[in-house]
């Protein structure tokens, strides 16, 4: 076990599958010698050379376009776009492309790739460098989303992210880049995709969250108890699509009261999906309407955008709104 | 068009350099243009007829499939648009795949998944292309770097059209491949339009192949409508390729002598006196002409030729009208690997329905929850 923080995982991750699987590359933006713009592919072209780990030409349409045409021919591309906010011009490659392509060649061809992506605010990057895109491509059948909050579970999902037989959007939070730190086990292990996590058990109220907000959340489900007693089951998604809907309602069942918490804008956000979930499947088990905290229907702001991430004094507001309700 | 390529003049006479094939292979060539031809005279009545939905044809580009496919190995690449399924019944899709993928029914590898003329053979490495313009060129050069990073010689092929050329593909495409030096060829069909918008609308530069030196390599341009001077380029760029030389893009000027597909009307945009001219220019008259006077055909033969050709298309044709139904299944799977819960219960949910209206067959039922 070694102590690391969330970037230091996800390079120990890479480097556990280059080692292993040799077809396996890394390439994108300044990801060679540089190592990346957070360092998460530092040292990997030194320790495995260029042909494994290299810088391309930059386009993202090109990123994407040629990592498809690797998967589909042998290899096991792992492609970073460097920030979330830049993957727009390869929306068309991920979403018509490398999504669709298992499903309309009948399952002759694939495309077993990962785009890792730092996403989220909190940095003070402004509206191109905080984006939270993930409901644009959790709404994309083919595609699976992942999203990390730990070290462990970061190391752990990347390795089965990108031993994984169909394309994944790996988004890693990068406000927690630094800012937590975790045993992480050596060597190889995989966190099954389509999998939760409790974060922590409580009857009283569920809070869905993933990625920088987990560790919002926790911080309010601990005031929550210390100043009114009340016990949030706290459920990190870790993936995004396809779900876990069974450990989803099951959870929602437990408590029969919802907070529903991320970054990214609220309309048609992830957390409409997870509302609507709960009212097809468990409405009658429900003591209280569905809450959302979220960012705002804006583009991302810079100057105040510690007023647009939910922090926790307003995810606690709404564990009290739902558990007075 | 002085400066493309050309061996053989309209007239059907020798003004260049003959590639060294022997009778059997000119002969060879000549046929499956001919079956070309012939595939979409059927394809076309069939879809007059309502019973398949869509046609692109690549009447008068013959040259251009024939030619640029028959230097390719069985297991190169060849990385397709929407008009280059004849390429891949040439180096051996089977004519009930083509068809079965005309008509989108349980026989088609796809399983009906896409619309017409979107034609894929694994075996002869040619994936289908997904209708949005120049994906696919990207595709070749990533799946170019894995042949090349393996230390194999295996060459791409990287077919689009002149509308291509103004895509983000086309730039992200021929820029990895010149900075990576891929074993990529780029075939750029230049037929003079792009639906309605002419091929001189594309682009400011003095021509597509022009782009080429811009992206560090060679850009060619070849007469489309001859299919000796279509091959001899090809030959040459794909053997350059194998070399380990890099890519290079050749421009197949030609002209596609109907419409876009079975549901444009080109009259509308362009005028009969241009459909005319090209019309003197045609790729199969023109080698028909070459092979008669060099004796590999005799006069009379291209007509039994053809006879020969369409008693095969109909008799397949026969075979896919009689295909099974597709399996509702099929609705849901290949989205991922395994079929994942929601979509399980979401099919579920379908086929409850389905069955109740006795729209379901056997084997359609439900997946486990």
């Known amino acids: 076990m070694a102590n690391l923080t969330l970037i230091q995982a996800v390079n120990d991750g890479l480097r556990t599958v280059m080692k292993a699987d040799d077809s396996v590359v890394v390439f994108g933006e300044d990801v060679g010698p540089k190592g990346g713009v957070f360092l998460a592919t530092e040292g990997l072209t030194a320790d495995f050379g260029e042909s494994r780990c290299f810088d391309t030409p930059l386009s993202e349409d090109g990123i994407i376009g040629t990592a498809v045409g690797m998967a589909m021919n042998g290899l096991r591309p792992v492609a970073e776009i460097q920030f979330q906010d830049f993957i727009f011009p390869a929306f068309d490659q991920i979403v018509s492309e490398a999504a669709k392509l298992r499903y309309r060649s009948g399952g002759q061809y694939t495309a077993p790739m990962v785009i890792r992506t730092p996403y989220g605010g909190g940095i003070r990057g402004g509206l191109y460098h905080s984006q939270s895109g993930e409901a644009y491509f959790a709404h994309t059948a083919g595609l699976k989303v992942v999203i990390p909050s730990t070290p462990h579970d970061a190391k752990g999902l990347l390795i089965a992210s990108i031993q994984d037989p169909d394309p994944v959007l790996f988004m890693e939070p990068k406000a927690l880049y630094r800012s937590v730190k975790g045993e992480v086990p050596e060597g190889e292990y995989t966190v099954d995709l389509s999998t939760l996590r409790t974060v922590r058990e409580g009857g009283d109220v569920t809070i869905y969250c993933y990625g920088a907000m987990v560790p919002v959340v926790e911080r309010a489900a601990a005031q929550a108890a210390e100043q009114r007693g009340i016990d949030c089951l706290v459920v990190d998604l870790r993936t995004l699509m396809p779900l876990d809907e069974e450990g989803v309602l099951e959870a929602a069942k437990q408590t029969g009261r919802v907070v529903v918490v991320h970054e990214a804008p609220r309309f048609c956000g992830y957390g409409a999906e997870i509302s609507a979930l709960i009212a097809e499947h468990c409405i009658e088990y429900m003591e209280a309407p569905v809450r959302r905290v979220t960012g705002f229907d804006t583009p991302f702001p810079n100057t105040l955008e510690h007023h647009y991430l939910p922090d926790d004094r307003r995810v606690l507001d709404a564990i009290e709104s739902v558990y007075d309700f | ?369």
């Not at chain 2, 046929?31 to 009545?45: A, E, N, P, S």
């Not at chain 2, 496919?69 to 280059?84: F, M, N, Q, T, V």
Request: a negative charge.
């Open chain 2, 1 to 369: 068009m002085a400066s493309a390529l050309q061996i053989l003049a309209p007239d059907g006479s020798v003004v260049g350099e003959p590639p060294g094939l022997s009778d059997e292979e000119l002969r060879g060539l000549f046929v499956h243009m001919l079956q070309i031809r012939c595939m979409d005279g059927r394809m076309l009545k069939l879809q007059r007829a309502g019973r398949i939905g869509f046609v692109g044809t690549a009447t008068g580009l013959e040259a251009t499939l024939v030619g640029a496919a028959a230097p390719l190995r069985r297991e190169d690449w060849l990385w397709s648009g929407l008009r280059e399924g004849g390429a891949a019944v040439m180096r051996g899709l089977p004519l009930a795949e083509y068809v079965a993928q005309m008509y989108c029914n349980a026989n088609d590898t796809a399983k009906g998944r896409q619309m017409c003329n979107h034609f894929q053979h694994k075996g002869t490495n040619y994936p289908s292309w997904s209708s949005v313009i120049g994906t696919q060129i990207t595709h070749g050069v990533g799946a170019a770097f894995a042949s090349m990073r393996r230390g194999e010689d295996t060459v791409h092929a990287i077919h689009f059209g002149d509308g291509a050329t103004s895509s983000n593909g086309f730039h992200s495409g021929l820029n990895f491949a010149g900075v990576w030096k891929v074993p990529a060829v780029f075939v750029c069909t230049d037929n003079g339009w792009a639906i309605s918008v002419a091929s001189s609308a594309q682009t400011a530069a003095s021509s597509f192949a022009a782009k080429a030196p811009a992206y560090g390599f060679p850009g060619i341009e070849v007469d489309g409508n001859d299919v000796l001077a279509c091959q001899s380029a090809m030959s040459d760029a794909i053997e350059r390729a194998r070399r380990g030389e890099g890519p290079t893009m050749v421009v197949l000027k030609t002209y596609r002598m109907l419409g876009h597909s079975s549901s444009d009307d080109p009259t509308k945009y362009r005028a009969d006196e241009e459909v005319e001219a090209w019309a003197k220019r045609d790729p199969i008259a023109r080698y028909e002409r070459f092979l008669t006077d060099r004796g590999v055909i005799s006069k009379g033969e291209r007509a039994d030729l053809e006879a020969q050709l369409l008693v095969e298309i109909d008799a397949v044709i026969h075979e896919q009208e009689a295909a099974p139904p597709m399996a509702l299944k099929t609705l849901v799977e290949d989205v991922y690997a395994e079929v994942p819960y929601h979509l399980r219960r979401e099919y579920n949910d379908f086929i409850a329905v389905a069955e109740k209206l006795g729209h379901a067959q056997p084997g359609d039922g439900a997946f486990p929850l």
